[in-house]
Each structure stands twice: as structure tokens, then as C-alpha cells.
């Protein structure tokens, strides 16, 4: 129990929460983690002007992999720069894999943004990619893509069909 009577949150080993400041030139982009949704031209501008007259608000670190690879923050970074800055707040963070890595990042962006039923309808398809290429992975059906999504079972069900039934060229315009 916490001091206030409250179960405390068990942290993970491989979540040391430190914020650190680094220079911006050492974080990198990853092509995947980086299109999992697009960055809006006019939200990074907004964002960059912020920095550039309040500062980076380190309240939201950048989260980046021990190789300094971006997982949450694109458009974050991207303001960085564009605002001139030379160090922003990191939380350098431990993945098993690339899959865990990705995971997370959906995890993160699912949970900060409003996103168009396209956007959830590709989550879904990269979700479960990601479970029907490892066997090993828990939480395959359509009940736990749910809870990531943060939609029903029968929502991830209707997804599944389409994703069956779909030709390329429908799947592209969704």
C-alpha cells in the first residue's frame, strides 16, 4: 500500500522513468515507428511555436529506445527542431522487441489522440499483424485488440471481416 492508503503501481524493470535531457541531434527516426500516424504539418508549427516562447514542456518527454530511436514524440521533436532547440526531455525505454516496441508506441498514440475510423482500422490490421505473426503473444482475440483499441469485441470482429472480405484497392482508400 502507498502513503495514502492506496495500492501502489508495480513498475517494470525495464522502465527506469528518469528524464534526461539530450541533445537533439542524437534521436533518430525509425520508418515504422514513425508512419504509425502521420505528424499534421500545422500541429507541429503550433507546437514549435510554443517551444519557442515557453520551452519544451518536459512534462511530455520524447520516449526513445537505448538507441535513441523515437517511439512516442514525432511531432514533439519535430517542433523541437523546428523551434531551434538544442536538448529536449527524454524517457529512454527497454524493449524486448521490435514488436513490444511498436505495441507500445500504438498503445501511446491510441491513448492521446481522436482518431478517424481509418486510423483505428489500421491499428487493427498492424495489431494483428503483429499477434498472427507470433504465436507466442497473449491476448490474440478480438476481445484483447479491443481493450488496446479501446473498442468492442464486436467493433474488431466487424474489422476482421473487412479486412477479409476487402480488395487491396478498398483496404488502400480505408
Given at each position: 500500500?502507498?502513503?495514502?492508503?492506496?495500492?501502489t503501481?508495480?513498475?517494470n524493470?525495464k522502465d527506469?522513468a528518469?528524464?534526461?535531457?539530450v541533445?537533439?541531434?542524437?534521436?533518430?527516426?525509425?520508418?515504422?515507428f514513425?508512419?504509425?500516424?502521420?505528424?499534421?504539418n500545422d500541429k507541429?508549427?503550433?507546437?514549435?511555436n510554443?517551444?519557442?516562447?515557453?520551452?519544451?514542456?518536459?512534462?511530455?518527454?520524447?520516449?526513445?529506445t537505448?538507441?535513441f530511436?523515437?517511439?512516442d514524440g514525432h511531432?514533439r521533436f519535430?517542433?523541437?527542431?523546428?523551434?531551434g532547440?538544442e536538448?529536449?526531455p527524454?524517457?529512454?525505454?527497454?524493449?524486448?522487441?521490435?514488436?513490444?516496441?511498436?505495441?507500445?508506441?500504438?498503445k501511446m498514440?491510441?491513448?492521446s489522440?481522436?482518431l478517424?475510423d481509418?486510423?483505428?482500422f489500421?491499428?487493427?490490421?498492424?495489431?494483428?499483424?503483429?499477434?498472427?505473426s507470433?504465436?507466442?503473444?497473449?491476448g490474440?482475440?478480438?476481445?484483447?485488440?479491443g481493450r488496446?483499441?479501446?473498442k468492442?469485441?464486436?467493433?474488431?470482429?466487424?474489422?476482421?471481416e473487412?479486412?477479409?472480405?476487402?480488395d487491396?484497392?478498398?483496404?488502400?482508400?480505408?
Amino acid at each position: 500500500m502507498g502513503i495514502f492508503g492506496k495500492k501502489t503501481l508495480k513498475t517494470n524493470d525495464k522502465d527506469n522513468a528518469k528524464i534526461k535531457m539530450v541533445e537533439v541531434s542524437q534521436l533518430r527516426f525509425d520508418r515504422d515507428f514513425k508512419n504509425v500516424f502521420q505528424q499534421e504539418n500545422d500541429k507541429v508549427a503550433e507546437i514549435a511555436n510554443d517551444m519557442r516562447a515557453n520551452g519544451f514542456d518536459k512534462s511530455r518527454p520524447i520516449i526513445v529506445t537505448e538507441a535513441f530511436i523515437i517511439v512516442d514524440g514525432h511531432s514533439r521533436f519535430m517542433a523541437a527542431k523546428k523551434a531551434g532547440l538544442e536538448k529536449v526531455p527524454v524517457i529512454i525505454k527497454k524493449f524486448d522487441s521490435r514488436d513490444e516496441t511498436i505495441e507500445y508506441e500504438y498503445k501511446m498514440q491510441l491513448n492521446s489522440r481522436r482518431l478517424t475510423d481509418g486510423e483505428y482500422f489500421a491499428a487493427f490490421l498492424k495489431l494483428d499483424e503483429i499477434r498472427r505473426s507470433n504465436p507466442n503473444v497473449q491476448g490474440s482475440s478480438d476481445e484483447a485488440i479491443g481493450r488496446q483499441l479501446n473498442k468492442s469485441a464486436r467493433q474488431v470482429c466487424k474489422m476482421r471481416e473487412i479486412a477479409k472480405k476487402a480488395d487491396s484497392a478498398l483496404l488502400e482508400k480505408i
